[in-house]
Every structure is written in structure tokens, then in C-alpha cells.
């Protein structure tokens, strides 16, 4: 996401839950990347632990599509089913982080954020979300939809939990003031609303209570894209604008600053992120680079190491395909999906085993 031109939302969502068969396991012959021919193309995707699949904007329309890893004939390929019109769709999708079996897709020009069964397509109803909504998330400890509005001038979170008898109710709104050029990364866990904008030039630290909510600390930084850690709120990944760098941003004991706690140059700049509970995925034009996330421990030496890289361009024989830019990336329990831009393309990547 260019943050110069769009504003957006993203929040860490926790990661598929181990134990069973992951949704998108492949034979072991299956290459380490796989070209899924799509019905159209798409962009910004999300993954759907309750559907497995791949939940994305279609690039030229107002739908959303539906797009399930599948085995035949000892070959990856991709079923895709498309919703019927839902005009007006905004930057991006956000799915249910507390199992439920949905995707919220805000809708600006109706002052609404749909609520999308993941399985039927469909709106099953619509939330009051603030004044034109355009990029949203999900804080699961609070069990609270963040919406940003489209000028980038507030954050409206709305309780997806409510009380027996009762409709979902807007419990906080908060002046953010980023302009039609930030981000908002909203927290995977904990009780208390937490949040990250991210500005043309600057990361912010949001969080307090329903209706409480309020900015702690901030620092300077021009981010190309940012997100979340899913063990770590506190923490928001970001890739330099214009150079190479990625860095960690934390917040310092006592949580009244901001700093970077760990720095790389990937050697091409960073256009899309992504994590799950132990990696964090950075996408360059031809790369995916693969990096721990040392949740638990930080970065004593202040800097990340990395996993994996992989030319994803270099498998893939299609000479459009090969040379399409990125839409987007998300991360199943054993595959990253990156989506093409132009063409009803995705890309399937094998994650480097634990």
C-alpha cells in the first residue's frame, strides 16, 4: 500500500492453529512456487482460516473473491468464486480474528463497513463504522472493528461482541489526524484497544480503553508499508520508503517513545509485509524474504535474521505474469500468496519449515 496515496488499516491477526492438516498442505513434488490461474485478478488478499482460502478485492470490479487452494493431479491450482456487486468496496478487506465466519469490507460512500460471510459472499449486515470508512482491522482482544475514514482524519472502532439483545455500537472514536496519507495496525490480543497510524512521515502509538483511547508516543519515519507482530503489540514492522531498510518499531519501557530495535537493508526495497507467529515476510519486486520475528526474545543484536529468499519471477515461464507488479500478499498455515496486478494471476510459495 502506498501510503502517499491511500490510507489504510491493518491489524496482526493470529495465525491458523496447528494440530491438523494445514488447509493449503501440497505433496512434497509441488514446486516452491506455483502459478494459480485466477477467474479475475485481484488485490489486497487475506487469508480465511474458517473458509481456507485466500479472500481477495477483485482488481476490476466492486466483488470479492473467494480463492481455494487445491490439489489435482499432483498440481497446485486455484478454485475462485466471485460475489455478486457490492458497490462502493473501500482499500481493503480485514478477517474475523475470533472465529467467526466473516470478512469486513468498509464501503465509504455509504458510511458502512459490510459484513461478508466468507462462505456465501454474501452481506450478512452492515456496521456503522464513522464517517466514510475506507480501511479496516481487527483488535480481537477487544473484540473491536477499526475503521479509518477516508481522509485519514479519525479511527472508529466498533464492538463486534455485543451484549445479548443489543447491536453492534461504535465504543470509541479517536482524532488521528494522518491525512489521506497513513495507516492505521491494530493489535492481535489483549483487552485494551491498541493501534499504530502510520503517516507520510510519522509512526504513532494508540491505546487505553473503550472510549479512552489515546496516543502515547510517536516517531519519524516515511513507511512504503507496515504491519503488525501477532505476539508483540507493541510492535509494527515497516519498510523505509524509497531505500531498502526495514526496521522493527517498539515502544521503549514505560511506553512513552517509540523506537527501532532492529534495522536491515534487504538490498531492493520493500513493497508488501506480511507475518504469522514466527516469520515475518517481506516482498521486494522479485524477492520474499523470509525473517524472524523473535517475538519473545527482541533483537539484542538490533537486527533481523534472515530465513529464506526466494526469486519468486524466476519459476514463472508467463512473460505478463512474470513482469505484473504486486497487489498484495497473505500468509496460509504452509503458503505465501502473492497477488498480481493486471492479470488473473497469483502466486503460491512454500514457507521454509520451522
Given at each position: 500500500m502506498d501510503f502517499g496515496q491511500a490510507v489504510a488499516l491493518t491489524v496482526a491477526v493470529a495465525a491458523p492453529a496447528t494440530g491438523c492438516a494445514a488447509a493449503d498442505a501440497v505433496p512434497d513434488s509441488t514446486p516452491q512456487v506455483a502459478v494459480l490461474r485466477l477467474d479475475t485478478p485481484v488485490r489486497e488478499p487475506v487469508w480465511s482460516k474458517e473458509a481456507h482460502a485466500v479472500v481477495a478485492l477483485a482488481e476490476d470490479a466492486s466483488r470479492i473473491a473467494r480463492i481455494t487452494p487445491k490439489v489435482m493431479s499432483g498440481r497446485l491450482t486455484a478454485h475462485t468464486v466471485l460475489s455478486g456487486p457490492l458497490p462502493g468496496l473501500g482499500e481493503n478487506l480485514a478477517p474475523s480474528a475470533t472465529g467467526g465466519e466473516v470478512v469486513y469490507a468498509p464501503r465509504p460512500d455509504a458510511d458502512q463497513v459490510a459484513v461478508v460471510d466468507v462462505r456465501t459472499l454474501r452481506a450478512k449486515t452492515f456496521l456503522?463504522?464513522?464517517?466514510?470508512?475506507?480501511?479496516?482491522?481487527?483488535?480481537?482482544?477487544?473484540?473491536?472493528?477499526?475503521?479509518?475514514?477516508?481522509?485519514?482524519?479519525?479511527?472508529?472502532?466498533?464492538?463486534?461482541?455485543?451484549?445479548?439483545?443489543?447491536?453492534?455500537?461504535?465504543?470509541?472514536?479517536?482524532?488521528?489526524?494522518?491525512?489521506?496519507?497513513?495507516?492505521?495496525?491494530?493489535?492481535?490480543?489483549?483487552?485494551?484497544?491498541?493501534?499504530?497510524?502510520?503517516?507520510?512521515?510519522?509512526?504513532?502509538?494508540?491505546?487505553?480503553?473503550?472510549?479512552?483511547?489515546?496516543?502515547?508516543?510517536?516517531?519519524?519515519?516515511?513507511?512504503?508499508?507496515?504491519?503488525?507482530?501477532?505476539?508483540?503489540?507493541?510492535?509494527?514492522?515497516?519498510?523505509?520508503?524509497?531505500?531498502?531498510?526495514?526496521?522493527?518499531?517498539?515502544?521503549?519501557?514505560?511506553?512513552?517513545?517509540?523506537?527501532?530495535?532492529?534495522?536491515?537493508?534487504?538490498?531492493?526495497?520493500?513493497?508488501?509485509?506480511?507475518?504469522?507467529?514466527?516469520?515475518?515476510?517481506?516482498?521486494?519486486?522479485?524477492?520474499?524474504?523470509?525473517?524472524?520475528?523473535?517475538?519473545?526474545?527482541?533483537?539484542?543484536?538490533?537486527?533481523?535474521?534472515?530465513?529464506?529468499?526466494?526469486?519468486?519471477?524466476?519459476?514463472?515461464?508467463?512473460?505478463?505474469?512474470?513482469?505484473?507488479p504486486l497487489s498484495g500478499m497473505t500468509v496460509g498455515p504452509e503458503r505465501v500468496y502473492l497477488t498480481m496486478r493486471g492479470v488473473p494471476y497469483a502466486l503460491s510459495v512454500a514457507k521454509p519449515s520451522l
Open positions: 456503522r463504522a464513522g464517517r466514510a470508512p475506507s480501511f479496516v482491522a481487527v483488535d480481537s482482544g477487544a473484540d473491536v472493528v477499526l475503521a479509518l475514514s477516508a481522509d485519514g482524519s479519525t479511527v472508529t472502532g466498533v464492538g463486534v461482541q455485543p451484549a445479548p439483545g443489543e447491536e453492534p455500537a461504535v465504543v470509541t472514536q479517536t482524532d488521528v489526524r494522518l491525512g489521506p496519507a497513513g495507516e492505521v495496525d491494530g493489535a492481535a490480543r489483549g483487552r485494551l484497544i491498541e493501534f499504530h497510524t502510520v503517516g507520510p512521515d510519522r509512526v504513532s502509538h494508540y491505546k487505553g480503553g473503550a472510549g479512552e483511547v489515546e496516543k502515547t508516543a510517536d516517531i519519524a519515519f516515511r513507511a512504503e508499508t507496515a504491519t503488525g507482530d501477532l505476539i508483540k503489540v507493541s510492535r509494527l514492522y515497516a519498510a523505509e520508503k524509497g531505500t531498502d531498510r526495514l526496521v522493527a518499531i517498539d515502544t521503549a519501557p514505560g511506553g512513552e517513545r517509540l523506537l527501532m530495535v532492529a534495522q536491515s537493508r534487504l538490498g531492493a526495497p520493500v513493497l508488501r509485509l506480511a507475518v504469522d507467529e514466527d516469520r515475518l515476510y517481506a516482498a521486494t519486486e522479485d524477492r520474499l524474504v523470509v525473517l524472524e520475528t523473535n517475538s519473545y526474545e527482541g533483537f539484542p543484536e538490533g537486527r533481523f535474521t534472515v530465513v529464506k529468499s526466494v526469486d519468486f519471477r524466476a519459476p514463472v515461464k508467463d512473460t505478463e505474469v512474470r513482469k505484473a
